[in-house]
């Protein structure tokens, strides 16, 4: 589903810079037809043809099932491409249409809203991309980027959809239920009343958020917790997704049977798709806790900048670097992980001045990985502080490992360069 979403936005844009849709040509008079019948007709048929426009470029994003949820190998399949309309020549149709036959707007606009209502949607990207496509054609979305307040009780997703991009979304104290995911379409920023005061519960499938857009998506001062035993992560977003993350907290990820959701935060994407445009996700002083697989993923070439966090119980890893994804992470602890930090496939990143305590692993590489490690304390690992398997390399400095089995196992083909660490070394293995 995410490989679509810059062709969405850009279809989108056309959209709503449009005032409405869809060919409906004028049905030709003949001195038999009433011409004030005819003139109806086709100020309905205008109409019709909206609504036939929307339905055909809805279609490709129903789902028969959820198959969004990356596993923690893979990066979510992809939604079918939209068919091949030609939306701008279907605008400018319906426009002739309507200012031949002197269609009242207000009538017009009506008609549409409650035809557009009629429109069925499977899956939650195709009901946010109905909802969008109904807001802009109906003249619901506000002209004016600025502050929207939310109140408990209203519904999220609607106020999403009719919110400008790059609006300000203020959430109150309390508590905010999601029932389906969360779909962000345009770079908006969330910001909640404090991390411990607005609380996003999500029950749904797959994600409580998907991002979906390639605009700046900020969240800030909330928490999002999975409820119920719906497999799912906590936010998941595409390949061309900027995401940035202050002062939240995300926890309670259901991970299925064959590896699917449990991260708090997923970057998916394949191959090298997320790489060269800079730093992807942004993380400061936020929460990663109790989430059956990983605190944050990052995959396909994803870059992250993480400082002042917190990664805790997390069943797998507190961070895990997969494929071709870089970035650093500093300043941060954790605390009771499978892994603390897991630099897995051709991984880069830089890892300095955090504190790894507890959990089976503090830092463990693999593959091709070559990590940047330096300035970390790791304590109380129960297998060992840091280990290099298969052929990773990469700097390993000025490590500190305290009440360990082990401090630095290395596999038989690793060869990271080692530079002043206070560990014990145990060459040889492959752990």
Known sequence: MTRTAPRLAGLLTALLLTACSVPAPSPSLSPSIDPELA?????????????????????????????????????????????????????????RTIRANKCDEKDFTTDLELRLAGVTTR???????????SAGMTGQIGEQVG???????????????????????MLPAGTVKLSEPLVLLDGVIIVGAGRSATVL????????????TADLVSINDLTLRRVGKAIGSGIVTGPQAVLSLSSVRVLGARAGKDN???????LSA???????????????????ENNAWTGIAASGGHRVSIVSSRFSNNKQCGICFLD????????????????????????????????????????????????????????????????????????????????VRYGIVLGRSSVPTLIDNTCSLVRGGES
């Open 39 to 95: 003139r109806r007709a086709a100020c309905a048929g205008a109409v019709q043809g909206v609504v036939d426009a929307v339905r055909l470029f809805v279609e490709p994003y129903n789902v028969t099932q959820p198959s969004a949820t990356p596993s923690t190998t893979t990066s979510p399949t992809a939604s079918p491409t939209p068919g091949e309309v030609d939306i701008q020549s279907s605008l400018e149709q319906a426009q």
């Open 123 to 133: 899956g939650p990207v195709a009901g946010a991309v109905l909802r969008r496509l």
């Open 147 to 169: 502050v929207i307040e939310v109140a408990i009780g209203d519904d999220l997703a609607l106020v999403i959809s009719r919110a400008p991009a790059g609006a300000t979304l």
């Open 201 to 212: 519960t999500t029950s749904a499938a797959d994600a409580g958020i998907f991002v979906l």
């Open 260 to 266: 699917q959701g449990g991260a708090g935060v997923q």
């Open 270 to 288: 394949e191959g090298s798709q997320a790489a060269g445009r800079g730093t992807t996700l942004e993380v400061t002083d936020s929460i990663f």
């Open 324 to 403: 071709g994804s870089e970035g650093s992470v500093s300043g941060s602890r954790f605390e009771r992980n499978g892994i603390g930090v897991a630099v897995i496939g051709d991984a880069t990143p830089t890892i300095a001045n955090n504190r790894i305590t507890a959990g089976d692993v503090g830092i463990q590489s693999s593959g091709t990985a070559r990590p940047s490690i330096d300035r970390n304390t790791i304590s109380g690992s129960t297998r060992a502080a840091v280990i290099y398997t298969d052929k990773a390399a990469g700097t390993l400095g000025h490590t500190t490992c305290q009440k």
